[in-house]
C-alpha cells in the first residue's frame, strides 16, 4: 500500500471509541499535522477494518486522491486546497524565482488527480486567484503562503456548516417516520464533517428527531457504502440495512422505500448531475416506483461552465477495481475486458430537487442553481 514518507498513524480500537466518529464527534477525515506541515487523511482505504490516519507531504496529495486514500467531492476539494497551501509554505523556503513555477506544478498535479468532482477545481481555483492577486500587488511570498492556508482553513470549517444547513432543509422534506435509499458514501468521510446526503439523514435522525431507517446501497466496485457509510451510520447509531445495489428496485416495487437521497461531484447548469454509478439506475427506477429523488450538495458542486451533463467528464478507474474486489485472486477469467466508470449522470428530468446549503431547488433547475451559486459565495 501506498502510506506516504510520514508513515501510519494507528489507532486502537479504545482509542477510536473515544475520540473519533462516535458521541457525535467528527472523523476528521482531512486535517493539518501536528506541525502544519503535512496533510493528515484518514485512509478510506481501509476502513472499516482499521482506523488509520497517515501524513503526506504536499507533493504526495495528488497520488492520495487519486488513489482514493481521501474521497468524496468536498472532501477532495478541502484535501486539494490544504495541499496546495502546504506546496506554497514549501516553495518559500526553497529558491524565490521558482515560487510561480512551483506553486503552477502543484495546481497542474492536484487539479489532474480527479477529472469528475469539481469540487477540486473549484476549492483550486480560489486559491490560484488569491495567488495570481498577491503576485499582481507583489506581495511577498510567505504573505501569500500565509493568506492561502487561511483560505483552506475558511474552506474546511464552512464545509460543516455548509452541510449542516443542506441537512437543514434537506431533512424537512422527509416524513416523520421513513424508509431511505442512499447510494456512495456522502457523510463526515466524503466531506469535512456532517455530511450532504448522509447529513441530511444525519439532521432528520439527531436534530429534528424523525424515526428514519436507512437502506444502505453497497456501492460497486469500491463498496463505499457498504465500508463506509455503515461505518458511519452505525456510529451514530441510525437504524440501516444494508443491501445490494440491485435489490433496490425490488424494495421500491414493494412500497419499502419513501426517498432517495444521494450526493453529487458536478451539476451542470440544467441540473444534470454527476455521481457515483449506479446513481442513475436509483434515479430511474424512483421514476418508475414514484418515490422523490433528491440530489443534496453544496453550491460548489454546481458547475454553471457546464451546460448538460453530456460535457460532465466522467472518470474511468483500473479494471482491478472490479475484478478483484478485496485485492486477492481475480474474480473473472484473467485477461477480461473491463469497463470501469467511477460515476454515471442523471438527467435533471429525474431529480425531485437538489437541496444546496441555500435551500432546496425544483425544476426548472436552471435559475435556483445559479442563485444558489450566487449566494454561495456568501458562505466564505
Ligand atoms: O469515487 P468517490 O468515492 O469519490 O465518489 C463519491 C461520490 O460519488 C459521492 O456521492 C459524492 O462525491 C458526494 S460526497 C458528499
Known amino acids: 500500500t501506498f502510506c506516504g514518507k510520514s508513515g501510519l498513524i494507528t ?12 458521541g457525535g464527534m467528527e472523523y476528521a477525515s482531512v486535517a493539518l499535522s501536528a506541525d502544519g506541515k503535512r496533510l493528515r487523511l484518514l485512509d478510506q482505504r481501509v476502513l472499516p477494518q482499521c482506523v488509520e490516519y497517515v501524513e503526506f507531504e504536499p507533493d504526495e496529495v495528488p497520488r492520495a486522491i487519486k488513489l482514493m486514500v481521501v474521497r468524496g467531492a468536498p472532501a477532495i476539494g478541502a484535501a486539494a486546497a490544504y495541499a496546495y497551501a502546504l506546496a506554497a509554505d514549501r516553495a518559500v523556503r526553497g529558491d524565490a524565482g521558482k515560487f510561480q513555477g512551483e506553486m503552477q506544478r502543484a495546481y497542474e498535479e492536484l487539479f489532474a488527480s480527479r477529472p469528475t468532482a469539481v469540487n477540486l477545481a473549484w476549492a483550486l481555483n480560489r486559491l490560484a486567484a488569491v495567488v495570481r492577486a498577491a503576485l499582481d500587488d ?10 492561502l492556508m487561511d483560505e483552506a482553513h475558511v474552506i474546511a470549517h464552512r464545509d460543516i456548516k455548509i ?30 464533517g456532517w455530511g450532504t446526503a448522509l447529513g441530511v439523514i444525519r439532521s432528520a435522525h439527531e436534530v429534528r428527531k424523525k424515526s428514519i431507517h436507512v437502506y444502505v446501497d453497497e456501492t460497486r466496485p469500491r463498496l463505499q457504502g457498504a465500508r463506509l457509510t455503515a461505518w458511519e451510520l452505525m456510529a451514530c447509531q441510525i437504524p440501516m440495512t444494508l443491501i445490494c445495489d440491485n435489490m433496490a428496485a425490488m424494495l421500491m416495487r414493494q412500497g419499502k422505500i419513501d426517498a432517495v437521497l444521494v450526493g453529487a461531484d458536478r451539476i451542470a447548469a440544467n441540473g444534470d448531475t454527476a455521481n457515483k454509478i449506479g446513481t442513475y439506475s436509483a434515479a430511474v427506477v424512483a421514476r418508475a416506483h414514484n418515490v422523490p429523488f433528491y440530489v443534496c450538495a453544496p453550491s460548489s458542486t454546481v458547475d454553471l461552465e457546464v451546460l448538460t ?15 478483484r474486489p478485496s485485492g486477492e485472486s481475480s474474480v473473472a477469467p484473467e485477461g477480461v475486458r473491463v469497463f ?23 425544476p426548472p433547475f436552471e435559475d435556483g442553481l445559479r442563485e444558489s451559486v450566487r449566494k454561495g459565495h456568501e458562505w466564505l
Request: charged fraction near 20%.
Open 138 to 147: 507583489n506581495v511577498a511570498p510567505e504573505k501569500i503562503a500565509a493568506k
Open 309 to 323: 451533463g453530456e460535457q460532465i467528464p466522467i472518470e474511468e478507474r483500473d479494471a482491478d477495481e472490479i475484478v
Open 163 to 192: 452541510n449542516q444547513a443542506i441537512g437543514a432543509f434537506g431533512s424537512a422534506l422527509l416524513p416523520e417516520s421513513c424508509n431511505v435509499l442512499h447510494h456512495c458514501n456522502t457523510g463526515a468521510l466524503a466531506t469535512v
Open 11 to 22: 489507532m486502537g480500537r479504545e482509542e477510536e471509541r473515544k475520540g473519533i466518529g462516535w
Open 340 to 362: 470501469n466508470p467511477a460515476f454515471d449522470m442523471t438527467p435533471a428530468s429525474f431529480i425531485t430537487a437538489i437541496v444546496t446549503e441555500n435551500g432546496v431547488i425544483y
